[in-house]
Protein backbone atom coordinates (compact mmCIF):
# COMPACT_ATOMS: atom_id res chain seq x y z
CA UNK A 1 0.00 0.00 0.00
CA UNK A 2 1.23 3.04 -0.79
CA UNK A 3 2.43 6.06 1.96
CA UNK A 4 0.20 8.82 2.46
CA UNK A 5 2.58 12.04 1.79
CA UNK A 6 2.59 12.52 5.78
CA UNK A 7 3.41 9.45 6.29
CA UNK A 8 6.69 8.93 3.58
CA UNK A 9 8.11 12.23 4.53
CA UNK A 10 8.08 11.47 8.27
CA UNK A 11 9.17 8.31 7.41
CA UNK A 12 11.98 9.64 5.00
CA UNK A 13 12.96 12.05 8.37
CA UNK A 14 14.12 9.06 10.34
CA UNK A 15 17.57 8.66 10.77
CA UNK A 16 17.84 5.42 8.15
CA UNK A 17 20.67 5.39 5.79
CA UNK A 18 20.53 6.11 1.86
CA UNK A 19 20.95 4.70 -1.17
CA UNK A 20 21.90 7.12 -3.41
CA UNK A 21 21.76 6.58 -6.66
CA UNK A 22 22.78 8.49 -10.10
CA UNK A 23 23.31 8.23 -13.58
CA UNK A 24 26.50 7.29 -14.17
CA UNK A 25 27.49 8.31 -17.64
CA UNK A 26 26.02 7.73 -20.90
CA UNK A 27 28.84 5.11 -21.50
CA UNK A 28 26.00 2.05 -20.87
CA UNK A 29 27.52 1.48 -17.39
CA UNK A 30 24.69 1.20 -14.57
CA UNK A 31 23.70 3.91 -12.07
CA UNK A 32 26.52 4.82 -9.66
CA UNK A 33 24.98 3.28 -5.85
CA UNK A 34 25.89 3.93 -3.01
CA UNK A 35 25.18 4.29 0.44
CA UNK A 36 24.97 8.06 1.93
CA UNK A 37 23.99 9.88 5.45
CA UNK A 38 21.27 12.70 4.51
CA UNK A 39 19.22 15.19 6.09
CA UNK A 40 15.59 15.59 5.62
CA UNK A 41 12.68 17.40 7.47
CA UNK A 42 8.80 17.29 6.32
CA UNK A 43 8.32 19.28 3.47
CA UNK A 44 11.53 20.49 3.01
CA UNK A 45 14.72 19.93 1.11
CA UNK A 46 17.18 17.11 1.13
CA UNK A 47 20.69 17.89 1.85
CA UNK A 48 23.61 14.59 1.31
CA UNK A 49 27.69 16.10 2.14
CA UNK A 50 30.35 14.28 -0.27
CA UNK A 51 33.76 14.70 -0.89
CA UNK A 52 34.51 17.53 -3.55
CA UNK A 53 35.92 15.38 -6.16
CA UNK A 54 34.77 12.21 -5.21
CA UNK A 55 32.90 10.51 -8.09
CA UNK A 56 29.30 11.06 -6.42
CA UNK A 57 29.94 14.44 -6.51
CA UNK A 58 30.86 14.64 -10.40
CA UNK A 59 28.44 12.10 -11.45
CA UNK A 60 25.77 14.46 -9.86
CA UNK A 61 26.44 17.54 -11.25
CA UNK A 62 26.56 15.97 -14.55
CA UNK A 63 22.85 14.79 -14.22
CA UNK A 64 21.37 17.55 -12.28
CA UNK A 65 19.38 15.13 -10.57
CA UNK A 66 19.87 11.97 -7.99
CA UNK A 67 17.68 9.78 -6.28
CA UNK A 68 17.60 8.47 -2.55
CA UNK A 69 15.77 5.24 -1.32
CA UNK A 70 15.55 4.28 2.36
CA UNK A 71 13.77 1.13 4.00
CA UNK A 72 13.27 -0.69 6.69
CA UNK A 73 11.97 -4.62 7.38
CA UNK A 74 10.57 -3.93 10.99
CA UNK A 75 8.06 -3.26 12.42
CA UNK A 76 6.75 -4.11 8.46
CA UNK A 77 8.54 -3.63 5.33
CA UNK A 78 8.37 -0.27 4.06
CA UNK A 79 10.54 1.80 1.25
CA UNK A 80 10.46 5.71 0.37
CA UNK A 81 12.08 6.33 -2.98
CA UNK A 82 12.39 9.84 -3.69
CA UNK A 83 14.16 11.80 -6.80
CA UNK A 84 14.80 15.33 -7.80
CA UNK A 85 16.91 17.95 -9.00
CA UNK A 86 19.72 19.51 -7.39
CA UNK A 87 18.97 23.06 -6.64
CA UNK A 88 22.30 24.35 -4.81
CA UNK A 89 25.84 23.55 -3.91
CA UNK A 90 28.35 24.84 -1.58
CA UNK A 91 31.38 24.34 0.16
CA UNK A 92 29.99 22.22 3.55
CA UNK A 93 30.69 23.71 7.02
CA UNK A 94 31.72 21.98 10.26
CA UNK A 95 28.37 23.08 11.39
CA UNK A 96 26.78 21.03 8.95
CA UNK A 97 28.63 18.66 9.38
CA UNK A 98 27.97 18.66 13.51
CA UNK A 99 24.55 18.73 12.09
CA UNK A 100 24.41 15.40 10.12
CA UNK A 101 26.54 13.39 12.16
CA UNK A 102 24.27 13.79 15.28
CA UNK A 103 21.25 12.52 13.16
CA UNK A 104 23.30 9.22 12.92
CA UNK A 105 25.62 8.79 15.81
CA UNK A 106 25.39 8.67 19.34
CA UNK A 107 25.73 12.34 21.21
CA UNK A 108 28.74 10.46 23.27
CA UNK A 109 30.53 10.22 19.48
CA UNK A 110 29.79 13.46 17.34
CA UNK A 111 32.52 15.66 18.28
CA UNK A 112 35.47 13.11 18.12
CA UNK A 113 34.10 12.13 14.92
CA UNK A 114 33.58 15.45 13.48
CA UNK A 115 37.33 16.20 14.70
CA UNK A 116 38.04 13.44 12.79
CA UNK A 117 36.02 13.73 9.23
CA UNK A 118 37.08 17.78 9.15
CA UNK A 119 40.70 16.85 9.24
CA UNK A 120 40.62 13.36 7.19
CA UNK A 121 37.65 13.83 4.81
CA UNK A 122 39.02 16.74 2.29
CA UNK A 123 36.84 19.67 1.16
CA UNK A 124 33.05 18.64 1.38
CA UNK A 125 30.31 19.79 -0.63
CA UNK A 126 26.61 19.87 0.40
CA UNK A 127 24.54 19.34 -1.98
CA UNK A 128 20.49 20.23 -1.97
CA UNK A 129 17.78 17.97 -3.94
CA UNK A 130 13.97 19.31 -4.09
CA UNK A 131 11.76 16.26 -3.96
CA UNK A 132 9.85 15.85 -6.84
CA UNK A 133 8.87 11.96 -7.74
CA UNK A 134 7.98 9.73 -5.28
CA UNK A 135 7.47 6.10 -4.58
CA UNK A 136 6.88 4.53 -1.44
CA UNK A 137 5.09 1.50 0.09
CA UNK A 138 4.25 -0.14 3.24
CA UNK A 139 4.27 -4.05 2.35
CA UNK A 140 2.57 -5.32 5.63
CA UNK A 141 4.19 -7.59 7.93
CA UNK A 142 7.86 -8.82 7.46
Known sequence: MALTREDREKFLAEPLIAA??????ADGRAPLTV???YQYEPGGEIW???????????????AGRFTLMVDRVEPTVRYV?????VIG???ATRQQLTEISARYLEPGKVEAYVDFAWKAHGDQLV?????????SSDLGEA
Open 89 to 91: TAP
Open 20 to 25: LAVDAG
Open 81 to 85: SVEGP
Open 35 to 37: PIW
Open 127 to 135: IRMRPERWL
Open 48 to 62: IMTGRESRKARAIEA
